[in-house]
Every structure is written in C-alpha cells, then in structure tokens.
T-cell receptor, first 113, second 115 residues
Framework: AQSVTQLDSQVPVFEEAPVELRCNYS??????LFWYVQYPNQGLQLLLK??????LVESINGFEAEFNKSQTSFHLRKPSVHISDTAEYFC???????????FGAGTRLTVKP | KAGVTQTPRYLIKTRGQQVTLSCSPI?????VSWYQQTPGQGLQFLFE???????NKGNFPGRFSGRQFSNSRSEMNVSTLELGDSALYLC??????????????FGPGTRLTVT
C-alpha cells in the first residue's frame, strides 16, 4: 500500500511571496501523484497530476510540482501567491494497477495581505 | 458538462438512525468512489464502484454500505449512526476503473451531523 506525508499542517505566507508545500510518499510500486485543493465548504479540485514523462508538472493558475523519485517527494510550489490561494491542499498517491488512492493530512495555506 | 453532484448537501440525524447519501457522477463516468473526511482522520477511502460492482473497500465497519445503479449513480448508506460518523462525505467519479486511469473528479460533499 501507499502512504503520503505532508510535512506542514499549516503554512502562513504574505501575498506575493513564494511558497512550497511539501509532500513525501511511500510505495513499493510505481505511482501516480496528485495535488488537490479544497476551498471552504467545497469538495476537492484537482490542481495538478504526475502520471508519467516530464517530472515537472504545472497547473493553469501558476502552481507547479516536481516529481523526485529518488527523494520520493512531490512538493508543490508557487513563485508568488495571491489571497485567493488561501485553501487546504492535499497531496495524494495512487499505485499503478490498484485503485486505493491515499491522501495526506492536508496543508492549510493562509495568504495574508 | 455538469460536474459531480451530491445530495443532500447538509443533513442532521440522531444517533441510531440510518442515512442514505446520493451521488451522480459526471456524464459518461462509470467509476464512483466515496470518501469520509473528518478533522481528526482526514480523508479516508470508503469504497469504489464500477459498473454496479464494488471493486474495493476501505477499512470501515459493515454499517457503511453502498451501491451503484445502471446509470452509474451511486448511493451510500450508513446504519445505526454514531456521533463519530459526523463528517463530510465526498464522492468522486472517473471515466474508467481507477487502476486503469487515475483521474478523479470530486463533488461538493454532503455534510452529515449526528447528534
């Protein structure tokens, strides 16, 4: 089975500052990796995903994540955050050929003016 | 294309009652997964259905059950409710079984409060 550890439960940051949300995973098989975002009282929205190929993946709203197999990490980064990025972010892992998606505990990103 | 819809959005029940939650997947999606989200336990996988068959089940007691209909709509049922069942229940759909393709799209959730 897979597991995910999000290293920070809360990350406060000022507007326009860079941010990194850290995610490490554990798995005995190859994996797909995801970042989801959850705004208050809403479901999860897929932010970006790593399936195969290029290890750097980007979202349409400026986030990016890099798959690092040797360090089993999939950290999420944004060079300049906005107030509207305030939300909870979940890292998730899915092993090849199984249907048991595991989520991290979440990181609450708070962007302050 | 309409997203995943879940009904009801909010629900209050008392201990010992049972509850049924409904999920309508994105049109054309045949796989539906259910998750429980609580502050203490985070997101936990309940079960996945594909073509009316349960394909995988998480570590939950038998009070939690589900089913999927021929139109891919899914329901989950919780019997003999306990206070600890208070949670946000999320449904996610995908076009194919998860192990063949990982795209999952989530609904807004049903907030269940047990008193």
């Amino acid at each position: 089975a897979q597991s995910v550890t999000q290293l920070d439960s809360q990350v406060p940051v000022f507007e326009e500052a860079p941010v990194e949300l850290r995610c490490n995973y554990s798995s005995s098989v190859s994996v797909y990796l995801f970042w989801y975002v959850q705004y208050p009282n809403q479901g999860l929205q897929l932010l970006l995903k790593y399936l195969s190929g290029s290890t750097l993946v980007e979202s349409i709203n400026g986030f990016e994540a890099e798959f690092n197999k040797s360090q089993t990490s999939f950290h999420l980064r944004k060079p300049s955050v906005h107030i509207s990025d305030t939300a909870e972010y979940f890292c998730a892992v899915l092993g090849y050929n199984n249907n048991d998606m595991r989520f991290g505990a979440g990181t609450r990103l708070t962007v302050k003016p | 294309k309409a997203g995943v819809t879940q009904t009801p959005r909010y629900l209050i029940k008392t201990r010992g009652q049972q509850v049924t939650l409904s999920c309508s997947p994105i049109s054309g999606h045949r796989s539906v997964s259910w998750y429980q989200q609580t502050p203490g336990q985070g997101l936990q996988f309940l079960f996945e259905y594909f073509s009316e068959t349960q394909r995988n089940k998480g570590n939950f007691p038998g009070r939690f059950s589900g089913r999927q209909f021929s139109n891919s709509r899914s329901e989950m049922n919780v019997s003999t409710l306990e206070l600890g069942d208070s949670a946000l229940y999320l449904c996610a759909s995908s076009p194919i079984p998860t192990e063949l393709g990982p795209e999952q799209y989530f609904g807004p959730g049903t907030r269940l409060t047990v008193t």
